[in-house]
């Protein structure tokens, strides 16, 4: 931290006087590459409403975490995030039931279950409203480093399953004919997308997080012409409104989550302008 601390230091940037405006900006820049990636496997796999739903269940992770007392009850969301992907993606595979009937279950569910543990006993919610709206100004040095190994490991893993993924999700018959392990490849794209959920969801707020999972590559979409652009586009995309969103949010004194949805939103309707002008 203390090399980016002399880098920020550096710049002639007012902003970045501030330790808790750095970490804000350093946690975006690991954050938006992450939500770029993984925006492409999502759109295209038609899986915004799971990614919704898995937010859900990662606000029931940190409520589980809170009433046990852990001191860092985001764990307890991680697990309980990857265990309700793991069983959503074994319930798809074992259902004749419609995808988006599945998401609709488990994301109810989910937020049945939050809410009544949250309340239990009398509890008062308005301490968990810091996860439904974000508040990145307040990341600590150790999120920053879990989200450092976070997109290591993605990165990595979207290396080598990248094109798997990709296969699977536009036609999953060809991907089996081809000896590729769908189940296999869309668990652990399920499980990658909880962890990446539930690490963001302090920072970026539950109410937006599914925006900043969407638009990044539906904007993307709009003017890609090939796999190579559809994810450099989505991260460009993602890296401009997040450093767009945090710079307004300074200025303005708004939520930087909203902001940065907010961009990515035009963003989208700029790329939607382009292509119809193409088309």
Request: aromatic share 12%; net charge positive.
């Amino acid at each position: 931290m203390s090399i980016w601390y002399m880098i920020c230091n550096a710049l002639p940037i007012e902003m970045l006087h501030w330790d808790f405006m750095k970490n804000a900006l350093l946690a975006l820049l690991l954050m938006a590459p992450l939500f770029g990636l993984m925006s492409t496997m999502i759109v295209t796999g038609r899986m915004s409403f799971f990614s919704d739903a898995l937010g859900h269940s990662a606000f029931t992770g940190i409520a589980i975490g809170s009433i046990f007392g852990l001191a860092a009850p985001t764990w307890a969301a991680v697990l309980f995030s990857v265990a309700f992907a793991l069983l959503f993606s074994y319930v798809r595979s074992k259902s004749n039931q419609a995808a988006d009937t599945i998401i609709g279950v488990f994301s109810s569910s989910a937020v049945a279950l939050g809410i009544f543990v949250a309340t239990l006993g009398g509890g008062s919610f308005t301490k968990y409203n810091k996860y439904l709206i974000g508040d990145i100004l307040s990341v600590t040095p150790a999120e920053i480093g879990m989200l450092a190994l976070t997109l290591v490991a993605v990165v990595i893993f979207w290396i080598l399953f990248s094109n798997r993924l990709s296969l699977t999700a536009i036609h999953p018959q060809l991907a089996s004919s081809r000896g590729i392990p769908v189940g296999l490849s869309q668990t652990l794209f399920t499980a990658a997308i909880a962890v990446v959920v539930t690490l963001s969801i302090s920072s970026v707020g539950l109410l937006i997080l599914n925006s900043l999972l969407v638009l990044p590559a539906a904007s993307a979409r709009n003017i890609a012409r090939n796999l190579r652009q559809y994810h450099g586009f989505s991260v460009l995309f993602a890296l401009f409104a997040g450093i767009g969103g945090l710079t307004v949010s300074y200025y303005l004194g708004c939520s930087a989550g909203a902001a940065i949805s907010l961009i990515l939103a035009a963003i989208f309707a700029v790329t939607f302008c382009f292509r119809k002008a193409r088309a």
